[in-house]
């Protein structure tokens, strides 16, 4: 069973920065594409960022140079890196394998199960 434990969220104020992780068992990041969700209170999932085995990368409107993903093989572990924290960014962050459509210009996350998410609260 796919195993995905997210850390590194927080409260900090807007403006500020964290540096989320995701580990995950086995070595399903290594082989599949990976990408960051957040969902915040009565709002759907979300995907933020998304990268490639072959680092290729893919970030939201929203959060688009102010947070970098990256990936670590050998630890089979992803990374967001979130500067510039915005009050509307405070949510719960997930992480999944992600796949993408036939045309490339949609994404799914590839597990149906889910981590416990990470709470990353901004506050203004």
């Known amino acids: 069973q796919v195993q995905l434990v997210e850390s590194g969220g927080g409260l900090v104020q807007a403006g500020g920065s964290l540096r989320l992780s995701c580990a995950a068992s086995?070595?399903?990041?290594?082989?599949?594409?990976a990408g960051w969700y957040r969902q915040a209170p009565g709002k759907q999932r979300e995907l933020v960022a998304a990268?490639?085995?072959?680092?290729?990368?893919y970030y939201a409107d929203s959060v688009k140079g102010r947070f970098t993903i990256s990936r670590d093989n050998a630890k089979n572990t992803v990374y967001l890196q979130m500067n510039s924290l915005k009050p509307e960014d405070t949510a719960l962050y997930y992480c999944n394998a992600v796949r993408q459509s036939g045309d490339g210009s949609v994404w799914y996350p590839r597990f149906a199960s889910w981590g416990q998410g990470t709470q990353v609260t901004v506050s203004s």
């Open positions: 990268i490639t085995t072959g680092g290729s990368t």
């Open positions: 086995g070595n399903i990041f290594s082989i599949n594409a």
